[in-house]
Nanobody, 124 residues
Framework: VQLQASGGGQVRAEGSLRLTCAAS????????MGWYRQAPGKQRELVASITSGGTTDYADSVKGRFTISRDNANNTVFLQMNTLKAEDTAIYFC???????????????????WGQGTQVTVSS
């Protein structure tokens, strides 16, 4: 199973970016996908998550500015980031909790996967 993230970059404050992450490989079912971020000198923190049923969760700092959405058919998650602030600058990591497929089509135990980080830089 691999998670491929894209869409990071550099933007001025008040600007927008859209992150995309696609999960691929021998996947049985995806339970939830989300985005975390890690700024220099800080711990990794949850930004937003979404379950297969559409239930979302957001960090207080991004509520009203970021929107997470998901394409279940393609195991893809999106993060629309509007009104970006300098404090949103961080490396953003895609996350998925899913059941992979083992040999003979037997689902493996639920586990967590991480994509490579994508840098988001917001200049004031």
């Amino acid at each position: 199973v691999q998670l491929q993230a894209s869409g990071g970059g550099q933007v001025r404050a008040e600007g927008s970016l859209r992150l995309t992450c696609a999960a691929s490989g021998n996947i049985f079912t995806v339970r939830a996908m989300g985005w975390y971020r890690q700024a220099p000198g800080k711990q990794r923190e949850l930004v937003a998550s979404i379950t297969s049923g559409g239930t979302t969760d957001y960090a207080d700092s991004v509520k009203g500015r970021f929107t997470i959405s998901r394409d279940n058919a393609n195991n893809t998650v999106f993060l629309q980031m509007n009104t970006l602030k300098a404090e949103d600058t961080a490396i953003y990591f895609c996350n998925a909790r899913l059941w992979a497929l083992q040999a003979l089509g037997v689902p493996a135990p639920l586990r967590e996967y991480w994509g490579q980080g994508t840098q988001v830089t917001v200049s004031s």
